[in-house]
């Protein structure tokens, strides 16, 4: 048994050392508690969602691309403009049912789907039961070359003087099939080419029909036409006619498809020529 003395002692040691004295005793609880917080789990849904959501973000980071069919069509979901490609969702979505809601939310939130309509999906690939085309918001569609339809009322023996730029039947066909069931589209961003046009050589009447634009979306918020290599048309075309024909159909799908089209910016980028067609605020929205 210590000592009056030897007690006195110690407690003048460790009040000369409060640091020592302090981590003795943090160590001696660290024994005590050990075993009764390593099993503690971590409450993540106690986060705000705001914090949730950041997480979310960060882990679509390292899973930021995948491929998905569905009804033939091949479908590319980029996440944030990422590359990296996959054709499986990521494991952790299964972790629980909130946590899958929130992160095909958080996914639909930032990510853009690509569509070109000459690639389909081989038939025998099964259709993930968790990526449909609802969860789609911004949709970038490659059209590719317009149909080009000579004036068939002309003899056969004449030159076409006047023609139809449209597009394909078989694209309206995938079209309306994929914009049935994307029904939260809104933002649509196409990219068609001028196709055969870029072959003739003499001046031609101009008829655009773009109306199939109309099977994708009906409700949009942006709508965003890119017409490719538009600068190679050969000048005998009358390439302002063209334009006019082109311009004008193009406004008149925006004024079907996004609602109270206000603001309309057409720009030319090298060869490529783009207009943009944005909707209306609401009283509502601005308040």
Not at 40 to 67: A, C, G, N, S
Not at 90 to 102: R, V
Not at 204 to 210: E, F, K
Request: aromatic residues 8%; positive net charge.
């Amino acid at each position: 048994m210590a000592s009056k003395g030897c007690k006195r002692k110690l407690a003048t040691a460790s009040a000369a050392h409060p640091d020592a004295a302090d981590e003795k005793r943090l160590r001696k609880k660290l024994r005590r508690n050990k075993g009764k917080t390593e099993n503690v789990p971590f409450r993540f849904f106690h986060l705000p969602r705001e914090l949730r959501d950041q997480i979310y973000d960060e882990v679509w980071k390292k899973h930021p691309m995948v491929t998905f069919p569905y009804r033939g069509l091949k479908l590319h979901i980029h996440y944030d403009g990422g590359h990296a490609c996959s054709k499986y969702l990521p494991t952790w979505l299964l972790t629980n049912k909130s946590m899958l809601e929130e992160g095909l939310e958080q996914l639909a939130r930032k990510s853009t789907t690509y569509w070109t309509p000459s690639i389909n999906f081989i038939t025998s690939t099964k259709p993930s039961p968790l990526l449909v085309p609802t969860h789609i918001r911004n949709l970038n569609v490659q059209l590719g070359d317009l149909k080009y339809t000579p004036d068939k009322t002309q003899p056969p023996s004449q030159q076409p003087r006047s023609a139809t730029l449209g597009v394909q039947d078989w694209k309206k066909t995938d079209m309306e099939c994929l914009g049935s069931a994307a029904t939260e589209l809104k933002t649509l961003r196409l990219k068609l080419s001028l196709g055969q046009t870029r072959k003739l050589k003499k001046r031609h009447d101009w008829t655009v029909d773009l109306s199939a634009i109309e099977l994708l979306a009906s409700k949009l918020e942006k709508l965003e036409v890119w017409i490719v290599n538009y600068s190679e048309i050969d000048d005998q075309l009358d390439p302002g006619s063209l334009f006019t024909a082109m311009l004008s159909e193009i406004e008149t799908v925006a004024l079907r498809t996004v609602d109270e089209v206000v603001q309309e910016v057409i720009e030319t980028h090298e060869k490529n020529f783009r207009i943009e067609f944005v909707k209306a605020h609401t009283a509502k929205e601005t308040e």
